[in-house]
């Protein structure tokens, strides 16, 4: 794609000798991730925990430090806006919510890296003709409420603010009582208006990057996600006296469901992946055939009829296991996201903008699921992702090299200014 403007005429901040600073970029990492700390140096901040709220606190504090205008929303959702210019502002943002066994850069990395191209631009004394904006949104990971996403879901009209709030944690605590808990239940209103245009900067979270020696994805779209959690009721008795012909085992049908889905997964192959992430058993005894098993699948794919197909074969098969086995089966949905494909020009930008900084640049869908894919509901919207050391992520051993995240900042700052001041073409439908 080649942009309405050549680049010699956009004026990037890069092309003036402005760089993002590399040890404040890491010192706010390094920072943020003492905060739900773990072992092996990540983090753990669930959604809304005390640890959640402490890592939001920091943030709040760096946006205040740089003058930003912070609002949180009915959600949670905190946004930190440098209000320069006129009209809706160009936005970037992602999550600083972990998994149990979270890494340094899962979201955190796209909220800082925000931070960084606002302070940068303001040290150079660059004035962006539209407000530059920093989204923190809520709950990204879904790894304690569902579905995930759900901040920038609400934030983009997808999910009635009531109904999030009345979300139930896996541990039995409500969205709505946990962000008045936490001191984030704010009042600005969701949905919120639509920004001008977003863009995620984000590490890759998987091996492609890598693998092929390329040091920036343009993102072109995300995968569907598919998430429910299957309950299977048995009959619980004695591990020894119960003949194997009279059982039935809700521990051996959750092992037959994970063993098909690696089956299904391996037979569509292409972007089909399947995962059992977490089972239940109870009681969970050695001597015990267990009464109950819980389970949750996660089955994505980019093709949304494929990914319909695979979720109905699953089910057929559950089906079958449960009546040969003689168990009751139940299952609810807990997020449920069809493909989502990104503004090819703006995907197009971040292509032409890694060429101008000199990294090798290949377009390729997510894998995970992230807030951009909400937001390119109301905005044109794209992702910038920068490589995974041995594709490793939702681990403390997540990483991504220093220059590599340099790169991508600067690659961020260069569209967000240009994103600022031109519009791409007619045709991006952009105000
Ligand atoms: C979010 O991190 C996901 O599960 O893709
Ligand atoms: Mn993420
Ligand atoms: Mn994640």
Redesign the pocket.
């Known amino acids: 794609m080649t942009p309405a403007v050549p680049f010699r005429e956009l004026n990037l901040p890069s092309m003036q000798g402005n760089s993002i600073s590399q040890d404040r970029l890491l010192a706010r990492l390094d920072e943020l991730a003492t905060i739900g700390p773990i072992d092996g140096g990540g983090s753990c901040r669930l959604a809304l925990t005390d640890a959640d709220r402490d890592g939001r606190d920091l943030v709040v504090t760096w946006m205040r430090d740089l003058g930003l205008e912070v609002i949180v929303d009915g959600v949670g959702n905190i946004t930190g806006t440098w209000n320069v210019g006129s009209g809706a502002p160009v936005m970037t943002g992602s999550h600083i919510d972990t998994?149990r066994t979270g890494g340094r850069y899962?979201g955190n990395f796209g909220v800082i890296a925000g931070l960084e191209v606002i302070e940068t631009l303001m040290a150079a004394g660059l004035t962006p003709a539209r407000p530059l904006a920093v989204g923190v949104f809520t709950n990204?990971?879904?790894a304690r409420f569902q579905p995930?996403m759900l901040g920038s879901l609400v934030y983009v009209g997808g999910l009635p603010l009531e109904s999030a709030l009345d979300t139930i944690a896996i541990d039995g605590a409500v969205l709505g009582d946990e962000l008045q808990r936490i001191g984030y239940a704010g009042s600005a209103p969701c949905p919120s208006a639509a920004p001008h245009a977003f863009v995620e900067l984000h590490i890759e979270q998987g091996p492609r990057l890598e693998a092929e020696g390329i040091q920036i994805g343009a993102v072109t779209g995300v995968q569907g996600?598919s998430w429910q959690e299957v309950t299977i009721a048995g009959q619980s008795n004695h591990a020894g006296t119960t003949p194997m012909s009279l059982r039935h085992d809700p521990a051996y049908i959750a092992a037959e469901i994970a063993v098909y889905l690696r089956q299904i997964a391996h037979e569509y192959g292409g972007n089909q992946v399947c995962t059992v992430g977490k089972i239940d058993l109870q009681p969970n005894l050695i001597n015990v055939v267990p009464k109950s098993a819980t389970l949750t699948l996660?089955v994505r794919n980019t093709d949304e009829k494929i990914l319909r197909e695979v979720e109905s074969k699953i089910a057929k098969k559950i089906a079958e296991l449960a009546e040969d086995e003689g168990v009751s089966i139940s299952s609810r949905v807990l997020a449920r996201f069809e493909p989502v494909e990104f503004d090819a020009q703006l995907t197009g930008l971040i292509a032409e903008l890694a060429q101008h900084h000199n990294r090798s640049v290949m377009l390729m869908p997510s894998?995970?699921?992230?807030d951009a894919q909400m937001l390119a509901r109301v905005c044109p919207t794209t992702m910038i992702f920068t490589p995974s050391v041995q594709g490793i992520s939702?681990n403390p051993a997540e990483f991504t090299n220093a220059d590599d995240l340099v790169a991508g900042t600067n690659i961020l700052m260069d569209t967000m200014w240009a994103l600022a001041h031109f519009d791409l073409s007619p045709q991006t439908g952009m105000n």
Not at 367 to 370: I, M, Q, S, V, Y
């Open positions: 998994v899962d990204e990971e879904g995930d996600i996660d894998g995970a699921g992230h939702h």
